[in-house]
């Protein structure tokens, strides 16, 4: 698919900004990122739903 600039440009600050969150997670336990569909968001659960 593709993006405009915009939001290409919002896609890569959301990446920054949760890289620093699970930066933050001492323990490691929660993980942040961004999915593009959810195929993806499933494959991260395992096809968990």
Same mark, same amino acid.
């Given at each position: =698919? @593709?993006?405009?600039?915009?939001? $290409?440009? @919002?896609? $890569?600050? *959301?990446? @920054? #900004? #949760? *890289?620093?969150?699970? $930066? @933050?997670? *001492? ?9 593009t569909?959810y195929?993806?968001? =499933? ?7």
């Open positions: =698919m @593709k993006l405009r600039p915009s939001e $290409e440009a @919002k896609t $890569e600050c *959301a990446r @920054k #900004f #949760f *890289a620093r969150l699970s $930066e @933050k997670d *001492a323990a490691g336990e929660v993980t942040y990122d961004v999915v569909d195929g993806q968001l =499933m494959s991260l659960f395992g096809g968990l739903a």
